[in-house]
Nanobody
């Protein structure tokens, strides 16, 4: 059974920082591209950042330069460091694992507000 468990969401201040983490189990972690998606109320789910098995990363234009994705293959974890937060970053953030099969976490709420 594959599990992706996100943590680290919550309330952030505009201009502040939050770090999301995703712990993966039940899959060969180093053979999966790991991604973070987000879905704001009334909007479609969108890709935020991804990192492949050897650490190559890509970002949505809206977060490039502010967010950093990283992975630790020894711990089966992927993280998203979010800096310079904006109110428009408010969304439910989902961890995603893409291999032969795609897996999703349950999501963690991030709210950016003063």
């Amino acid at each position: 059974q594959v599990h992706l468990v996100e943590s680290g969401g919550g309330l952030g201040q505009p201009g502040g920082s939050l770090t999301l983490s995703c712990a993966a189990s039940g899959l060969t972690f180093n053979k999966h591209t790991m991604s973070w998606y987000r879905q704001a109320p009334g909007k479609e789910r969108e890709l935020v950042a991804l990192i492949n098995s050897v650490g190559g990363a890509g970002y949505a234009a809206s977060v490039k330069g502010r967010f950093t994705i990283s992975r630790d293959n020894s711990k089966n974890m992927v993280s998203l460091q979010m800096n310079s937060l904006k109110p428009e970053d408010t969304a439910v953030y989902y961890c995603n694992a893409q291999g032969v099969t795609q897996y999703w976490g349950q999501g963690t709420q991030v709210t950016v507000s003063s």
